[in-house]
């Protein structure tokens, strides 16, 4: 059998003869890492790369553009987004967990791999591992001999989709976290990880770390000594893994990665978008604590000297990225919304389903999946420049074989249309066979030579006579771009007007939106669950503060807040007489909307009240992640009857006030 500390010596040891680029993978190349994807061969001629390039597990990746996240674990039974680490394993029981149903809705949802939660920031292990007690061995699930991990990794494989794992750095439950002793037993996760399960398409290393937890019974603070960086050393991680699995995609990992967040858990990444990033920008929050909307995860770096693609991360369900009684799925008209703002705009696209208790998907959020399935397939049903004729005045070398207009439209991603070194504005025409309407247009660069085009735009025919119909700034591997309004033409033209090297365009194509898919309906969907009704609502009592009406408007947008002075710090908190009394089940809390994370109110007490005299806490906890992903919250508690509720704010995640932007409950 395999045995952790030995296999991670070895690895240290052979890592000498590695090459010294490892770890920048700008750099890396299948000649440096053995048993690395190896690229095609390039066409006699064809232009130099330009600036950073993917290795061939990127360029792979950057192809797969769908894929599903699972979050499963102790806080699918607290209700908790975050875990503190003192959770019993015991909570762990699923009566029917079925990884099969679970994976083969996901294939079904036309996703090409799934990334389960092995390991989430409250540091219970869903596999068997040697390297903690914290682990499922201790759960009653199967008598402490499950293992969910492998159940993943096999359902995966048996319906064709790639596996790959989420593994948190930060450990709320580690008596060493913070320590040496943590940074061994997390080594050694990887490596069982890695080694025990087949391939790894992906390894994620979220970005949050340190802060509060169990500590082993310690229940403090901690950090990371020096800085995540240097504290796990990812370096040496990036270094490892490359041994264990030299194709899997690191997704984090400070800037030694090979993927990057994509600046939101909305999903969507910013426009223009950039697969590069430079040494110092950082791709995640961790680092980030104020304005985090202004990080270039979102949009990347031209020039920059690491090629780092984005991954759009966002949960299917709006209650978060772990199941939570009452939760409602996003509909599938937002989730196209967020196709176009994420897989459109050049980025993977990873969603998240969560199992409920039973170890089972939620039946709405697959329904709503496979809505979405269907407006993707009735989107790309057509192609309309699929073999079209197509033809440019500027071909490279004149060498209309390798690198003629026509390679844009034969559906082949590996050959492309490129222009001699020194031009860089250029333009192709492609002649449909007939009239055809369409109103969204697609086009692609081959990334293998890098990132170039800065802007370009598609032009029409019209009465004969060209008409710009839409304008793009970057492409990437790929830009997707609704058009404004519906066209009607034979003939469109591919103008580059912009690009930091001759164009090496791979593909054109034109498809036409679904009938009846309303995106406009989509942006306009409410940040808030329709609870108990607040018209007869009052505020008896707002200890502090600025507009406490706010928090019960039913407006997202406004909010209450107190002031950073020494009398209005947490704890504040707000009264509200609903009326008549009513039998509640739970709360909701929209943290403030407006982009700053000031004063948001990361941990509450909640009381009920039948006269507004005696008071009953029912609730008390932590908001979990709301940094990364402010939606609203729902806590449930034991139904019980009450007129009056008071919410208190008793800690925030920055600046010491508290706020809030809605409350509501539910019966
Ligand atoms: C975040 C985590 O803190 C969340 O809990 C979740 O796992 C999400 C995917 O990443 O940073
Ligand atoms: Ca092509």
């Not at 699995?245 to 909305?266: F, L, T, V």
């Not at 969507?268 to 909307?293: D, F, M, Q, S």
């Not at 580059?496 to 406009?520: R, T, V, Y």
């Amino acid at each position: 059998m395999f045995s952790p500390t030995r296999k991670i010596l070895s690895l240290v040891a052979a890592c000498a003869s590695i090459s010294a680029f490892i770890g920048v993978p700008a750099e890396l190349s299948a000649k440096d890492v053995p048993g690395m994807l190896q690229s095609p061969k390039q066409p006699a001629g064809a232009p130099k790369p330009h600036g950073a390039t993917p290795t061939e597990p990127q360029v792979q990746w950057q192809r797969m553009e769908f894929y599903g996240f699972t979050h499963f674990g102790l806080n699918t039974f607290t209700g908790r987004e975050w875990g503190y680490g003192d959770e019993s394993p015991e909570l762990f029981n699923p009566t029917k967990f079925n990884a099969d149903g679970i994976v083969k809705a996901f294939k079904d949802g036309g996703m090409t791999g799934l990334i389960y939660t092995a390991k989430h920031h409250d540091g219970w292990c869903s596999w068997p591992t040697k390297t903690t007690e914290h682990s499922i061995k201790k759960s009653p699930w199967k008598k402490g001999k499950g293992d969910v991990v492998k159940e993943f990794a096999e359902a995966c494989k048996k319906h064709g989709i790639k596996f790959g794992t989420y593994l948190s750095p930060w450990d709320r439950n580690h008596p060493e976290y913070g320590r040496d002793g943590y940074i061994k037993a997390y080594y050694g996760q990887i490596e069982e990880l890695l080694t025990n399960y087949g391939d790894v398409f992906e390894i994620w290393f979220d970005g949050a770390n340190g802060g509060d937890g169990y500590y082993g019974g310690a229940r403090e603070s901690r950090n990371t000594p020096g800085g995540a960086d240097k504290y796990y050393n990812f370096e040496q991680i990036v270094k490892n893994i490359r041994k264990m699995q030299p194709n899997c995609i690191i997704w984090g990992a400070s800037h030694y990665g090979d993927a990057r967040w994509g600046g939101s858990e909305k999903g969507h990444v910013g426009y223009p978008h950039w697969h590069t990033l430079g040494t110092k920008h950082a791709p995640h929050p961790a680092t980030c604590k104020e304005n985090c909307r202004h990080v270039p995860a979102a949009h990347g770096v031209p020039g920059g000297d690491r090629w780092v693609p984005a991954e759009g991360d966002t949960p299917i369900n709006h209650s978060g990225w772990f199941w939570h009684q009452g939760g409602r799925p996003k509909s599938p008209e937002q989730l196209m919304q967020v196709w176009f703002d994420c897989v459109g705009r050049g980025a993977n696209l990873i969603l998240n389903l969560a199992p409920d208790k039973t170890g089972n998907l939620d039946p709405r959020d697959v329904e709503s999946l496979m809505g979405f399935k269907k407006l993707r397939d009735a989107l790309y049903k057509k192609d309309f420049a699929l073999n079209a004729k197509a033809k440019a005045k500027a071909v490279r070398r004149g060498n209309e074989k390798s690198f003629g207009a026509k390679n844009l439209v034969d559906g082949d991603l590996d050959t492309y249309w490129a222009t001699n070194d020194d031009v860089t504005k250029a333009a192709a025409i492609i002649a449909l066979p007939a009239k055809t309407t369409f109103d969204v247009v697609r086009v692609r660069e081959e990334i293998r030579l890098g990132q170039r085009v800065a802007a370009w735009a598609l032009d029409a025919e019209i009465d004969g006579k060209w008409q710009e119909v839409v304008a793009g700034q970057t492409i990437g591997v790929q830009a997707m771009l609704v058009l404004p309004k519906k066209v009607t033409a034979q003939r469109v033209r591919l103008r580059i007007i912009d690009s930091e090297a001759c164009p090496c365009i791979s593909e054109l194509s034109l498809f036409k939106l679904p009938e009846g898919l309303n995106l406009k309906k989509a942006e306009n969907a409410p940040a808030i669950t329709a609870g108990v009704p607040k018209t007869k609502w009052k505020i008896v009592k707002a200890t502090a503060g600025t507009n406490p009406k706010a928090a019960i408007d039913g407006n997202a947008a406004t909010f209450w807040h107190t002031h950073m002075k020494q009398e209005m710090r947490p704890p504040q908190s707000l009264t509200v007489d609903m009326g008549e009394a009513r039998k509640l089940r739970a709360f909701t809390y929209l943290p403030r909307q407006d982009g700053s994370t000031n004063g948001m109110t990361d941990r509450y007490v909640f009381e009920i009240s039948l006269d507004g005299k005696k008071w009953k806490k029912v609730a008390e906890g932590e908001f979990g992640n709301l940094r990364a992903n402010p939606i609203e919250q729902t806590i449930t508690f034991p139904p019980e009857k009450a007129r009056y509720f008071r919410f208190t704010g008793t800690h925030a995640l920055d600046k010491n006030h508290v706020s809030a932007a809605e409350i509501g409950v539910l019966e």
